[in-house]
């Protein structure tokens, strides 16, 4: 008389959307350099420019020009103006990456991540272990040989790339490596891409 074996558990990795009750998100407009130029070289002293970038002190650079035009027949009231001009040619080297920190803004929340949840089912008793696929080990070493060379920090496109394995045998292979408890699960700032971490590799 055999005893009989323990049920086993199994690890499920789900990915959910961030947000289910939105399945087709409008893509916000996108700042364009050109125009916030174009708007900085006619409208610039009232501080239009800013207005159009979202950034702050745009009202201070207007109150300050009319200040300076009200006040000009005193010499006070060149201050001001002074103060205006060096604003806005300061202003003029800083509205590219204006313009880039608002696009990243915008497409933050279309390009928001998947939220990664584990739920614990049990497997049916007398289930016999699989063996390891063909070529796992051979992908696993590729896999950290091409996170050595990323820093320690890889996502599944990279590991693509480096592999020339398909997009599913490589994000199969990570979660197994998340699993045994060797690698971490992280996002990428900005993008919110889903990065796998090799804590013993990061440089």
């Known amino acids: 008389m055999t005893d009989k074996e323990s049920p086993r558990e199994v690890t499920v990795n789900v990915n959910l959307p961030t947000h289910p009750d939105e399945p087709h998100r409008h893509i916000p407009e996108l700042k364009s350099t050109g125009f916030a130029?174009?708007?900085w070289a006619f409208a610039g002293w009232?501080?239009?420019?800013?207005?159009?970038?979202?950034?702050?002190?745009?009202?201070?650079?207007?109150?300050?020009?009319?200040?300076?035009?009200?006040?000009?027949?005193?010499?006070?009231g060149l201050v001001p103006l002074m103060?205006?001009?060096i604003w806005v040619l300061v202003d003029a080297v800083a509205i590219p990456r204006w313009v880039e920190e608002s696009r990243a803004a915008a497409l933050a929340p279309v390009a928001a991540p998947t939220r990664r949840t584990r739920r614990t089912v049990p497997a049916a008793p007398h289930t016999p272990a699989l063996p390891?696929?063909?070529?796992?080990?051979?992908?696993?070493?590729q896999l950290l040989k091409a996170a050595v060379e990323k820093g320690g920090v890889l996502t599944v496109t990279e590991g693509v790339i480096a592999t020339d394995k398909t997009f599913k045998e490589v994000e199969a292979c990570l979660d197994k490596m998340v699993d045994s408890g060797y690698v971490d699960i992280d996002n990428r700032p900005g993008s919110g891409v889903i990065t796998y971490?090799?804590?013993?590799?990061r440089d």
């Not at 390891?132 to 070493?141: M, N, V, Y």
């Open 37 to 39: 130029y174009l708007i």
């Open 46 to 76: 009232v501080g239009a420019h800013r207005f159009y970038l979202g950034r702050p002190h745009g009202v201070t650079m207007l109150i300050l020009l009319l200040g300076g035009i009200i006040t000009a027949p005193l010499v006070i």
């Open 83 to 85: 103060i205006v001009g």
């Open 132 to 141: 390891p696929a063909a070529g796992t080990s051979s992908l696993r070493i």
């Open 197 to 201: 971490v090799f804590t013993e590799l």
